[in-house]
T-cell receptor, first 116, second 114 residues
Framework: AQKITQTQPGMFVQEKEAVTLDCTYD???????LFWYKQPSSGEMIFLIY??????QNATEGRYSLNFQKARKSANLVISASQLGDSAMYFC?????????????FGAGTRLFVKA | DAGITQSPRHKVTETGTPVTLRCHQT?????MYWYRQDPGHGLRLIHY???????DKGEVSDGYSVSRSKTEDFLLTLESATSSQTSVYFC?????????????FGPGTRLTVL
């Protein structure tokens, strides 16, 4: 079974509009972390935002927010006021405990296209 | 800038040859990771290290070995490269800081096995 699922292979959004990228996860570890990364066409992986499983409030970082619905096991990324530079691949990831420390599992990614 | 470098950045090699990729960090982070990235699969963990000489397997470890003799260096070795190991390889580091354990990535190494 997939531990991290991103159901949207590609998304289009108009510049200046908001967009939601979906992510669902599955874990039995009560203490886990959820992450979003951005990968522009240049290839680097850029950390965007983190949400801990015990955090009561949704994480926010500038124009990025994470819509955390624990009971539904979803961790959607919301980008407000999209910009052309937001066009990239976006990966959702989950960290859970493993022997010797923690393991992070990534989803397959969503490619976001921002239209002018 | 997490101070992570990878070398080489690009490599073309032939099937059956050994290949070693190097990840170097400057900030003494405890955890280091090797991932491969392939279309449709996101990033998949190959091996990781939780300290000098302490390593463990990830989900796609077959055909790969790692070594960490110093805190700052984590080496990934393909003993006998195969075409299925053509991929982009990312190194990452993390430190348990405030419980976030955020991973920061190096620039990646593009490996082509002919």
């Amino acid at each position: 079974a997939q531990k991290i699922t991103q159901t949207q292979p590609g998304m289009f959004v108009q510049e200046k509009e908001a967009v939601t990228l979906d992510c669902t996860y599955d874990t039995s570890d009560p203490s886990y972390g959820l992450f979003w990364y951005k990968q522009p066409s240049s290839g680097e992986m850029i950390f965007l935002i983190y949400q801990g499983s015990y955090d009561q409030q949704n994480a926010t970082e500038g124009r990025y927010s994470l819509n955390f619905q624990k009971a539904r096991k979803s961790a959607n990324l919301v980008i407000s006021a999209s910009q052309l530079g937001d066009s990239a691949m976006y990966f959702c990831a989950m960290r859970e405990r493993n022997t010797g420390g923690f393991k992070t599992i990534f989803g397959a990614g969503t490619r976001l296209f921002v239209k002018a | 800038d997490a101070g992570i470098t990878q070398s080489p950045r690009h490599k073309v090699t032939e099937t059956g040859t050994p290949v070693t990729l190097r990840c170097h960090q400057t900030e003494n982070h405890r955890y280091m990771y090797w991932y491969r990235q392939d279309p449709g699969h996101g990033l998949r963990l190959i091996h990781y290290s939780y300290g000098v000489k302490d390593t463990d397997k990830g989900e796609v470890s077959d055909g790969y070995s790692v070594s960490r003799s110093k805190t700052e260096d984590f080496l990934l070795t393909l003993e006998s490269a195969t075409s299925s190991q053509t991929s982009v390889y990312f190194c990452a580091i993390s430190e348990l800081a405030g419980g976030t354990d955020t991973q920061y990535f190096g620039p990646g190494t593009r490996l082509t096995v002919l």
